[in-house]
């Protein structure tokens, strides 16, 4: 089933896959389902959102996303992103972060086309 056209439910006016490029970028959310949404904002200031599947986006965007779950799973557990500078201390890691960390990270395999986990650096739970 096709995001398009994506109907705001606040205004009325339907979006085209043209049209949906076209407006604010929001950022993006996790979707709860292991996957994730695009949200934009509708010319009536409304927040719309359509969901992100790896075979729809490009290499470059592809990309991009698995660098946004990679960063967080660094996060997650306690290892700052490499942009940070200077350097943070690692701090101790639950199980739950730790296991967040690992689906973070296969789903970057997978947007990456890599083996789920391939990726992530040894992890010690608290």
Known sequence: MSA???RCTC???EYYPGDWVALA???YQDDGAGGRLELRHCTCGSTIA???T???LTDILRG????VFENDAREMVGFPPPYCWPPKERRPVTSEESAESERLYAIADELRGRR???SAPPLEAA
């Open 4 to 6: 398009f056209p994506k």
């Open 11 to 13: 205004c009325g006016v």
């Open 25 to 27: 970028f929001c950022g």
């Open 50 to 52: 359509i969901q992100v």
């Open 54 to 56: 790896p075979s729809g």
């Open 64 to 67: 991009d996303l698995a660098e």
């Open 116 to 118: 789920p986990a391939s």
